[in-house]
């Protein structure tokens, strides 16, 4: 079923979920053109936080009809229950996780995200390796690096000496395959402080790629509702975006 058949989300709604939705690529689409790039190839990762099963269902369906790359992103484990929902499950788009996980949620992350964005910690990688063995699956991993240095936000430490043995271990993983970086923009009404710790986290993906041979490490994430034109700009292949397009949340 396709979200545009669903009584449960009226047509009031969805034509304003539209409106936003094409305000954001808007957006995006003027961003990549200033940096020369395909916006088509940008992954779209829907934050749904709170969202309901026919929200999520219909964004979905808006971005493909724009021929969008989409993803969705749940940071809760205990909302993945709702993606089980007919309206989204089988719906082909790619699932990742991408909030701070705590170990006992591991099995949860692993058996619902193809792509799983917060690798912050050793403790959290063995976790992760220890329930995708027990599932005899192999999941995309980003390793989370703390680029503002703000004390409120996980991730390693922005240096190549900090992040390289965690790369090098999950590549050596039979389970688990880095495949790139993420970070969350500096938390500041200052675009140079943002774009800083944005294109901090680019460098450091070139960095590791060169030194340790780690071509496999292709995804940026970074970029959210508030700063997404500034981290297409500076190379994010996955910008998240949730309340510029569903809307304040619930309070």
């Known amino acids: 079923m ?46 749904t936080k709170t969202r309901t099963p ?31 929902d007919p309206l989204l499950a089988d719906n082909g788009v790619t699932r990742h996780f991408i909030g701070r996980l705590q170990t006992n949620k591991a ?10 964005h917060s690798v912050d910690r050793e403790g959290i990688a063995e976790a992760l390796e220890r329930r995708a063995e027990a599932a005899g699956v192999r999941r ?23 992040i390289a043995p965690m790369v090098e271990r999950l590549r050596a993983s039979r389970a688990l395959r880095p495949v790139g970086l993420m970070t969350i923009g500096a938390n500041t009404s200052d675009d140079e402080d943002v774009r800083a710790s944005l294109h901090r986290l680019r460098t450091l993906r ?6 340790l041979g780690a071509e496999e490490l292709v995804e940026l994430s970074m970029g959210m ?27």
């Open 2 to 47: 396709t979200a545009s058949a669903d009584p449960s989300l009226p047509a009031d709604h969805r034509e304003l979920l539209a409106a936003r939705l094409d305000e954001v690529l808007a957006r995006l689409d003027a961003a990549a053109e200033r940096a020369g790039r395909d916006s088509t190839e940008i992954t779209v990762l829907l934050a």
């Open 206 to 211: 070139d960095e590791l790629r060169e030194q």
């Open 140 to 162: 995309d991993v980003l390793v989370q690096v703390n680029t503002s240095g703000e004390d409120s936000k996980g991730g390693f430490e922005p240096t190549v000496e900090a």
């Open 54 to 84: 026919a929200e999520i269902a219909a964004a979905v369906d808006l971005l493909r009809e724009r021929g969008r790359r989409i993803a969705v992103g749940e940071n809760r484990a205990q909302e993945i229950a709702k993606h089980a």
């Open 225 to 251: 509702s508030g700063d997404l034109e500034i981290a297409v700009e500076e190379g994010a292949t996955i910008v998240r975006v949730g309340s510029a397009i569903f809307g304040a949340r619930p309070a």
């Open 107 to 116: 099995r949860d992350v692993v058996a619902f995200a193809e792509m799983i």
